[in-house]
């Protein structure tokens, strides 16, 4: 089951006026969500938020939530055409452990960002009604799409769900600018194998600041053994 035909036509009213405002809506979304729910900090790369320049630009990560708003007004009535796009970002999702509830979070900020954006008289009821409608639709989409994804890391061997504790046990230097860091299990556990070309996240409580800090590493040696590399 898909999007109503009603909806489908809204979205595709939207869409030139997203692209019009594509700059404004990242920068406007990921404040009033910060300001507002500064507990997300834990949950998002916050250098993702940094500006491409010293102007008021946004960031990828702010132009990554416009593009991806205009690509879904764009094929809600071919959804099919969004499946590596709902798949490369639920893995994301889990990597960092989004919850379900955040949904709803995310998506009242985003209606208020609309109206902001574009105004009370372009973002009318009828507007805000639909945008709704597709939001939720493709929330729940997520939704189900990483409670099966987490259900399979936790049931794969050596497999968890959430975050779990892992020691740095070894470093290595391999040029003046990298270095490999080895990592174990802090439960002495077994770990879960990997993919050629996935990542690791990791989330750090630094000292001196106010949130905690998340970033994707690459894995960078062959799956197997005790030890992420």
């Excluded at 019009?20 to 507990?39: S, V």
């Excluded at 740095?168 to 002495?188: N, Q, Y």
């Excluded at 949130?211 to 197997?224: A, I, K, T, V, W």
Aim: hydrophobic share 35%; glycine share 8%.
């Amino acid at each position: 089951m898909g999007l109503s035909t009603a909806t489908c036509d809204v979205l595709k009213i939207c869409k030139p006026l997203l692209e019009e405002n594509r700059n404004q809506i990242g920068l406007t979304f990921y404040k009033k969500l910060f300001d507002e729910n500064p507990g997300l900090r834990n949950t998002f790369n916050m250098s993702h938020q940094r500006p491409a320049s010293e102007a008021e630009e946004p960031s990828a990560q702010q132009l990554s939530l416009s593009n991806a708003l205009i690509a879904y007004c764009a094929n809600c009535d071919q959804l099919e055409k969004l499946g590596p796009f709902v798949e490369r970002v639920a893995n994301k999702h889990v990597s960092f452990d989004v919850q379900p509830e955040h949904y709803p979070v995310v998506g009242g900020v985003l209606l208020a960002t609309l109206e902001e954006v574009l105004g009370k008289e372009t973002f009318s009821g009828d507007v805000k009604n639909a945008v709704a409608e597709a939001y939720f639709f493709l929330a729940d989409i997520f939704i189900n799409k990483e409670s099966g994804l987490k259900k399979s890391l936790e049931a794969a061997p050596g497999g968890w769900s959430g975050w779990r504790k892992l020691k740095l046990v070894d470093k290595m230097a391999e040029t003046p600018l990298h270095m490999s860091l080895m990592f174990a299990p802090e439960d002495g556990g077994s770990l879960m194998s990997y993919q050629p070309g996935q990542y690791l996240s990791l989330r750090l409580d630094i000292p001196g600041t106010d949130h905690q800090h998340c970033r994707n590493y690459s894995l960078s040696d062959g799956p197997g053994g005790d030890r992420y590399r």
